[in-house]
């Protein structure tokens, strides 16, 4: 079985799908997936801070079950957790939304399995995914790439969050995310729960770059992160295209490779609208 972790609100669906497409077309299907998706209610923050709709689940794992009939997605409401534990905490409202701090709750969460993959939602596997999960992450509490930017301004081990191969037995023993949660409820972050984590950790396990390339798409990368980038021309400056902004993806990076994922995109989210459209009727 392979694990993999999401976090988000409903607003995150375009991620799920597209990085969900990537894994399930890149990879070879003859072991099932379970995809975790952990959400929450804090609708009192932000109007669209709400839940991950059962509409959009229900479709999720249909699609799922489409190219692997074993595998499944299994939505986890944290709310009571987050309210338990970060309501009013100083990272509520840091530079990234509140979902961000929710994978910290993957040591509480019952029924977890030991190893678990963390994704952000913007990201497209180019290789097979076996290439990262399957790393020996024994004895470690994490295992994760360096970020392109932090390494340079920060220091050469700065890990990007964003992709997290857990070895939740190890992280449980020395208390990796409880000490990341007493640090996120007990001071303001730069960069809030990737601080908190890097802060915590004991021992990782460096993954190369091409596990979370932020920047370039090489034929080795296996993991490309639409994270915010910095771009030189036509002047300095920095953007955010996602995966699902097809037309930039063509526009800006020239990206084709990714050309069968984000067309079934496009197909299955018409499909979405056209059948809650219907159902609406």
């Known amino acids: 079985m392979i694990n993999i972790l999401y976090c988000g609100n409903d607003t995150v669906f375009d991620g799920l799908l597209t990085c969900t497409l990537s894994i399930l077309k890149r990879s070879k299907l003859d072991e099932p997936f379970t995809f975790y998706v952990f959400t929450m209610d804090v609708s009192h923050l932000k109007d669209s801070y709400v839940p991950i709709s059962n509409a959009h689940m229900d479709f999720f794992n249909k699609v799922i079950k489409k190219y692997s009939p074993k595998s499944k997605a299994v939505l986890i409401d944290v709310t009571d957790i987050y309210m338990r534990e970060f309501d009013k905490c100083p990272n509520e409202g840091a530079y990234c939304s509140p979902y961000t701090l929710i994978r910290l709750f993957a040591d509480i969460v019952e029924g977890m399995p030991d190893k678990l993959l963390y994704l952000d939602a913007d990201i497209l596997f180019n290789r097979d995914i076996r290439l990262l999960y399957n790393t020996n992450i024994d004895g470690y509490e994490y295992a994760a790439a360096c970020d392109h930017y932090g390494k340079y301004l920060v220091k050469p081990d700065y890990i990007n969050a964003g ?62 992160h639409f994270s915010k980038r910095l771009f030189w021309l036509p002047y300095p400056h920095t953007d955010n295209i996602k995966q699902w902004h097809v037309s930039d993806v063509h526009r800006v990076f020239k990206y084709y490779q990714f050309d069968d994922v984000l067309y079934e995109y496009i197909y299955l989210k018409n499909k979405f609208d056209n059948e809650v459209l219907h159902n609406e009727q």
Do not use: C
């Open 163 to 224: 992709v997290i191969l857990f070895n939740l037995k190890v992280a449980k023993e020395t208390g990796l995310l409880k000490k990341a949660r007493a640090l996120i409820k007990s001071k303001r972050l730069p960069f809030a729960d990737q601080s908190a984590l890097i802060r915590a950790t004991t021992k990782k396990k460096l993954l190369a770059q091409k596990f979370n390339d932020q920047k370039f798409l090489h034929k080795s990368t296996v993991v490309r």
